[in-house]
């Protein structure tokens, strides 16, 4: 996913590129990190503003950062998301840190008795989502995700009768970030995934440029295509067809304060949408 964030600015270009490093400028926390919506420090959008920072390929205060990364130690109370989001940010640091491993105990007290990973502690199935944060975490911190097999299992349990994936096994029909997270982590863990996935989500792009987040959903959004895109290309399915009504879409969500829009009803603006917009840009320059 980095290596295709690092080729937004050739999209971008270079007056579009300078007013997003401005915007997460901004965002930098006085108590260290980079804030959320609500102009709270936060793990989870430090992450999306370090890699944002990184795609850019700009300098890094790494100093200041570390010092911060240092507050949270092991990742003790921390939930689930911001313990891999601990990872994440000490990785884009390009640091492992002596924590190391009971920062992956941590990660690994969550998971499910499916074989799977969980975002909430105690489940017995696990989800898309928490499948692929655990493995984002593991690879972050340079160790290989125990018993990959048993994860890959319990990714079985979570497939649809429309031939993708769900985030939870209850819900019977598939969605694009939970079929997108899915493909990710199997490609990671070198799975066979069947072509028809990539016709599923080809279906899921809206008229008017970008995706939906499933059937039936009316308007598209930026998570929704910077995750289809990113899974197509993963699956080497070809979407040129698609290529001009997504740069439309994406640059109907860009604003010149160096950010963009989640969707045409959405008007925070915040790091992660920063780095999804990268994302996107990135797999469209291509």
């Not at 694009?176 to 069947?194: C, D, F, G, K």
């Not at 008017?208 to 290309?233: E, I, K, R, Y």
């Amino acid at each position: 996913m980095m290596q295709v964030a690092r080729l937004a600015p050739k999209l971008l270009g270079v007056e579009a590129s300078q007013l997003v490093s401005t915007f997460l400028n901004s965002q930098r926390h006085p108590a260290g990190g980079f804030a959320d919506r609500s102009g709270k420090s936060d793990l989870y959008y430090t992450v999306f503003a370090l890699d944002s920072l990184i795609a850019l390929q700009l300098d890094l205060d790494r100093p200041e950062l570390r010092g911060y990364l240092a507050t949270f130690s092991n990742g003790n109370g921390l939930d689930f998301v911001h313990r891999c989001c601990l990872a994440r940010a000490w990785a884009a640091l390009g640091e492992r840190p002596e924590q190391t491993l009971a920062i992956l105990e941590g990660v690994e007290s969550f998971r499910t008795s499916d074989g799977g990973y969980h975002a909430l502690p105690n489940q017995p199935f696990g989800s898309t989502y928490g499948a692929f944060l655990a493995v984002g975490a593991y690879q972050d911190l340079g160790r290989m995700v125990p018993e990959p097999l048993r994860l890959v299992q319990s990714l079985k349990f979570l497939e649809t009768r429309d031939g993708a994936w769900a985030n939870e096994r209850s819900v019977p029909l598939g969605s694009t970030n939970a079929t997108a997270a899915a493909v990710t982590v199997l490609r990671q863990l070198n799975q066979p995934i069947n072509p028809a996935v990539g016709e599923w989500l080809l279906r899921r792009a809206h008229v008017q440029g970008g995706f939906c987040a499933a059937a039936g959903v009316p308007l598209p959004d930026l998570l929704s295509t910077a995750t289809a895109l990113h899974a197509l290309a993963g699956l080497q399915t070809d979407f040129e067809a698609l290529r001009e009504p997504c740069l439309d879409f994406v640059d109907s969500l860009w604003t010149n304060a160096g950010s963009f829009h989640g969707h045409w009803q959405e008007d925070t603006l915040d790091s992660e949408y920063t780095f999804y917009g990268l994302l996107a840009s990135g797999h469209l320059s291509v």
